[in-house]
């Protein structure tokens, strides 16, 4: 499932006070039924959560909340690249990494998210090594390992093309401005990595703030 306009409106009507579907389904003109399945659908990706009869938004949705437009746009786009990820247990991330680096037949992946936060600052191992590779060469990645029903650390995500890219300490990684939009758009490890790269800390729960201060 992709976010479409009325997720996102959903996601606004939330952020604007608690939500139950009823009144949702007033204020976007849409069936209740269709209402209720998308905030089921926004609350397991992790947009929305539900206290007892109505909706609110998550800190994840609160920050998206206080983004510029393009930001959030980006970050709409690049969960939805992140939802297709492919993952495989290689035997660690460092052997993931070895692996993409020998199976390479080029410039085939690109490295990204925490891994290529770790690569720019040597700052949080990361769990696992995530790449960007083209759909075209998936089946060829996948023989790195074997699907992953748990933990992973080796996360493809495939893609029509691959994104912009430099070659930093002979990896190829994600710039700069991409690499701190996929941290926004998942939190989490994402914030301490964002602070290492000097990025702008968005508002964060308290016990994000206490590991950072």
Same mark, same amino acid.
């Given at each position: 499932?992709?976010?479409?306009?009325?997720?996102?409106?959903?996601?606004?009507?939330?952020?604007?006070?608690?939500?139950?579907?009823?009144?949702?389904?007033?204020?976007?003109?849409?069936?209740?039924?269709?209402?209720?399945?998308?905030?089921?659908?926004?609350?397991?990706?992790?947009?929305?959560?539900?206290?007892?009869?109505?909706?609110?938004?998550?800190?994840?949705?609160?920050?998206?909340?206080?983004?510029?437009?393009?930001?959030?746009?980006?970050?709409?786009?690049?969960?939805?690249?992140?939802?297709?990820?492919?993952?495989?247990?290689?035997?660690?991330?460092?052997?993931?990494?070895?692996?993409?680096?020998?199976?390479?037949?080029?410039?085939?992946?690109?490295?990204?998210?925490?891994?290529?936060?770790?690569?720019?600052?040597?700052?949080?191992?990361?769990?696992?090594?995530?790449?960007?590779?083209?759909?075209?060469?998936?089946?060829?990645?996948?023989?790195?390992?074997?699907?992953?029903?748990?933990?992973?650390?080796?996360?493809?995500?495939?893609?029509?093309? %691959?994104?912009?890219?430099?070659?930093?300490?002979?990896?190829?990684?994600?710039?700069?401005?991409?690499?701190?939009?996929? %941290?926004?758009?998942? %939190?989490?490890?994402?914030?301490?990595?964002?602070?290492?790269?000097?990025?702008?800390?968005?508002?964060?729960?308290?016990?994000?703030?206490?590991?950072?201060?």
């Amino acid at each position: 499932m992709g976010i479409d306009e009325s997720s996102l409106f959903l996601i606004w009507l939330a952020l604007r006070g608690p939500l139950t579907p009823s009144r949702a389904a007033i204020e976007a003109s849409l069936p209740k039924t269709t209402v209720y399945r998308k905030m089921r659908e926004l609350e397991d990706r992790g947009w929305l959560r539900r206290e007892e009869n109505v909706f609110i938004p998550t800190d994840r949705a609160k920050i998206i909340g206080k983004m510029e437009a393009e930001d959030v746009l980006g970050v709409f786009h690049i969960e939805k690249l992140f939802d297709r990820a492919v993952r495989l247990q290689a035997g660690g991330w460092k052997r993931s990494m070895e692996l993409l680096k020998e199976s390479s037949e080029g410039d085939d992946y690109v490295l990204c998210y925490e891994t290529a936060a770790y690569i720019r600052t040597g700052f949080q191992t990361p769990s696992a090594a995530f790449a960007y590779v083209r759909e075209r060469d998936l089946e060829r990645w996948i023989s790195l390992g074997r699907r992953a029903h748990g933990l992973a650390d080796l996360v493809l995500i495939p893609v029509r093309e %691959l994104p912009a890219s430099e070659v930093i300490s002979g990896w190829p990684v994600v710039t700069e401005e991409r690499l701190k939009l996929e %941290l926004i758009t998942w %939190l989490g490890r994402g914030v301490l990595d964002l602070a290492a790269l000097g990025g702008k800390i968005p508002t964060v729960v308290e016990e994000m703030t206490d590991v950072l201060y």
